[in-house]
């Protein structure tokens, strides 16, 4: 038998929801994790740290830190004592701050609709090499699904992110895809369906993120986005939106599909798009300060509605996670 202690694992965890895997104790070992000891190496930002047993990390009964704060340039020793064993894991993942007036959001097309068709096709837009996009599209149908995207815009490939979610009050779907472009092209954005709907569509982007790129964008641009989730609600009530961790700002997209009315923003938001779809509405708001809110609400007024919340995130990796432990065999 051997109990020496010594380093388990160190590692810069990933901003994506899956986080990256620590340490996997053996099969027929048990491991005490007895530290942990958390980098920041960015002079000015704070930054978040969570690890959960479990690849789950939004398990809560699973977590061992949950959005752990980590000040500009600081070290923390954390004690830790957790024991290990039939193989099982340790996951991160990491947030890092950043000055909400460094990231610039806007709509990178203007939100577009179309009526009874197989395809809905945006105006010709420019994007910029580097720009991160989400782009939400909206379609009211039976059971007609997204097919394909046409898009010749350098290095955009739309990927999901969250969704599609039907509607069942008012058989209506919404999903959330992103991108990130390396070109300065200027072309439209295509989506074909199965079928002939009703769609909208609302592409938002964020630029002046260049300075703060430490990470890779992974695919399409997956580590700047977070899914938060999606709410559905029937006529007259009023859901619950909730941020689950903190991100540099967050995005929301709301989708009334039965009736065109007038979109307000929530206290503290800024509004992106807000267009009427042939018969219902969809829009879009930003808030640059996510620690300023907490449960939200929106007014359905007389229509059953659909919410998706995602947020978005430098792509930097301040933060740096050694684990000391012993191992038993």
């Not at 005490?32 to 047993?53: E, H, Q």
């Not at 479990?54 to 009964?61: E, H, K, R």
């Not at 009023?238 to 997209?253: D, I, R």
Request: glycine share 8%; hydrophobic share 40%; charged share 10%.
């Amino acid at each position: 038998m051997t109990d020496t202690l010594e380093r388990l694992a160190q590692a810069r965890p990933a901003q994506t929801t899956a986080g990256t895997l620590l340490y996997t104790g053996g099969g027929s070992e048990v491991t005490a994790v007895k530290n942990a000891l958390i980098t920041n190496n960015d002079p000015l930002m704070g930054a978040f740290l969570t690890m959960s047993i479990g690849s789950d990390l939004t398990d809560m009964a699973k977590r061992v830190l949950s959005s752990y704060y980590v000040a500009p340039g600081d070290t923390v020793y954390l004690p830790l004592d957790l024991i290990l064993g039939n193989s099982e894991t340790l996951y991160a993942r990491q947030s890092c701050m950043i000055d909400p007036t460094q990231m610039t959001v806007a709509a990178a097309v203007a939100a577009t609709s179309a009526a009874s068709a197989t395809t809905i096709v945006t105006a010709s837009w420019t994007e910029a090499v580097g720009d991160q996009f989400l782009m939400t599209v909206a379609w009211r149908s039976g059971t007609e699904t997204i097919s394909s995207f046409t898009d010749t815009h350098t290095g955009v490939t739309w990927t999901l992110l969250q969704g599609p979610v039907t509607n069942a009050a008012a058989t209506a779907k919404m999903a959330q895809y992103t991108a990130e472009s390396t070109g300065t092209t200027n072309a439209t954005t295509t989506v074909t369906f199965s079928g002939a709907v009703t769609s909208s569509i609302s592409i938002d982007k964020i630029t002046a993120l260049t300075s703060y790129i430490e990470d890779t964008t992974g695919t399409n641009g997956e580590t700047g986005w977070r899914a938060l989730g999606t709410t559905e609600a029937p006529s007259g009530t009023t859901p619950l939106l909730v941020a689950s961790e903190m991100g540099a700002s967050v995005h929301y997209g709301v989708h009334h599909p039965t009736v065109t009315e007038a979109h307000t923003a929530m206290t503290g938001w800024t509004e992106v798009d807000d267009i009427a779809t042939n018969g219902g509405s969809l829009a879009t708001a930003i808030l640059m300060a996510p620690a300023a809110w907490s449960r939200p609400t929106i007014a359905t007024g007389t229509t059953a509605y659909q919410g998706f919340f995602a947020e978005m995130l430098n792509t930097k990796r301040s933060l740096v996670v050694s684990l000391d432990g012993v191992v038993v065999t």
